[in-house]
């Protein structure tokens, strides 16, 4: 689950993060009232959306004036902002933070993600803050320095003071940073996230670090200890077929390609995302429909699939194990004929009662391409994309 600026900065507060003095706003009227609040001249008016990339899409803009807050307000309320991460769709901005302005003296970076390959946790810095992150990895990774924290001892001081000195931070910007540190850490572990970020982290001009932003998501399997931030949630911010799915208990993510998937098993998903990609396409979702492909599931999957009008075929990949493959041939037959499928679709089905389950598909007057492998699956969903495949 991802959340607004405004609110990782509310958490931020609880956990003793310096961060400037601000406050949300849902209409120019309210953005004036803070900004009345702030007691300040120049204050920051930045769009709330779950990407990244705000300032340079117009969303983040200097006010030196009450004049100017409520014109550029009016601006960005309501406004489509793109950005690298919302891509060319863009996301409608229904929220503002109103922010004091901040004497910036260095702009730097700090994260925090799990690290898969180590079972660890990387904390990672980088003194080239308000750039993105992704493209200082790609460009100078010798730049994103990283100290790995081992879940149960958690992050030292030792570690802290040493992330502080490769940023080249002396004096009472180290004590500072390391204050920083470790209550990111904190917030980080206690809240069950998946990402704390920083960008950028701020020496001021009066020597003290600071969160001049903040993004946070949270792992969504460990919701159920921390039902208070559910009042975070903002479903408008939310992906509507990512949300149509939860309501089926399906698991699913829009991708950018062309080639829909509904398959069980996460690790299977993943297989035929990347088997369709070798073979020249571009997997449009991820679809786990999970241990049960019944007729129901399966036409849920269908309708979640083709909401995307990108894409041009459908690939079914399921392995009978617990499941029977005749019953899934049946439950797809079934949904094919509630549900307009307008795109080819091809089935490929392994395991137990495969045979019979060919046997249906085969007898059905619906049209299937039917694979009898994988890999032929994959083949002729993508060709069939282009009309190679009849």
């Known amino acids: 689950m991802k959340i607004h600026e405004y609110q990782a900065k509310e958490l931020f507060r609880k956990y003793h993060v310096s961060v400037p003095e601000g406050y949300?706003?849902?209409?120019?009227?309210e953005a004036l009232e803070a900004y009345d609040r702030l007691n300040v001249e120049t204050a920051v008016v930045k769009a709330q959306i779950h990407a990244g990339g705000r300032g340079k899409g117009g969303g983040v803009k200097l006010a030196h004036s009450r004049e100017e807050v409520k014109k550029i307000a009016s601006q960005i309320l309501g406004m489509?902002?793109?950005?690298?991460?919302?891509?060319?769709?863009?996301?409608?901005?229904?929220?503002?933070?109103?922010?004091s302005g901040i004497d910036i003296a260095r702009e730097l970076y700090a994260g925090i993600v799990l690290d898969r390959t180590k079972s660890q946790f990387a904390f990672m810095v980088s003194t080239e803050g308000g750039v993105e992150i992704e493209k200082v990895a790609a460009e100078t990774p010798e730049k994103i320095i990283k100290e790995w924290i081992d879940p149960d001892i958690g992050l030292t001081k030792t570690q802290s003071r040493n992330l502080a000195k490769a940023l080249g931070l002396y004096g009472e910007q180290i004590d500072s940073a390391v204050d920083i540190f470790t209550a990111l850490w904190t917030v980080f572990s206690e809240n069950d996230c998946s990402l704390v970020e920083i960008n950028p982290l701020v020496v001021t001009g009066d020597n003290h670090v600071m969160a001049l932003d903040a993004k946070m998501n949270f792992d969504d399997n460990g919701l159920f200890r921390h039902k208070e931030l559910l009042d975070?949630?903002?479903?408008?911010?939310?992906?509507?077929?990512e949300l149509e799915a939860n309501k089926f208990n399906l698991n699913y993510i829009k991708l950018d390609g062309n080639v829909g998937c509904m398959v069980n098993g996460a690790g299977l998903a993943m297989g035929t995302m990347d088997i369709i990609k070798i073979y020249g396409g571009e997997p449009a979702n991820f679809?786990?429909?999970?241990?049960?492909?019944?007729?129901e599931t399966v036409a849920n999957g269908f309708k979640i699939i083709l909401s995307d009008p990108n894409v041009k075929s459908i690939l079914i990949n399921i392995f009978g194990g617990i499941v029977r493959c005749d019953r899934v041939a049946q439950g797809v037959i079934d949904a094919m004929e509630t549900v307009e499928v307008n795109v080819p679709v091809v089935v490929r089905l392994e395991g137990t009662n495969?045979?019979?389950?060919?046997?249906?598909?085969?007898k059905s007057p619906l049209e299937f391409l039917v694979a009898t492998s994988l890999a032929d699956a994959a083949e002729k969903a993508v060709a069939s994309v282009i009309g190679g495949v009849k």
């Open 24 to 29: 949300p706003a849902f209409s120019v009227e």
């Open 80 to 99: 489509n902002l793109v950005t690298h991460q919302t891509g060319p769709e863009g996301k409608e901005v229904q929220r503002l933070l109103i922010e």
């Open 232 to 241: 975070y949630r903002d479903i408008n911010e939310e992906d509507p077929a």
């Open 287 to 295: 679809l786990d429909v999970g241990g049960v492909a019944n007729a």
């Open 354 to 362: 495969s045979e019979q389950a060919a046997e249906l598909l085969e």
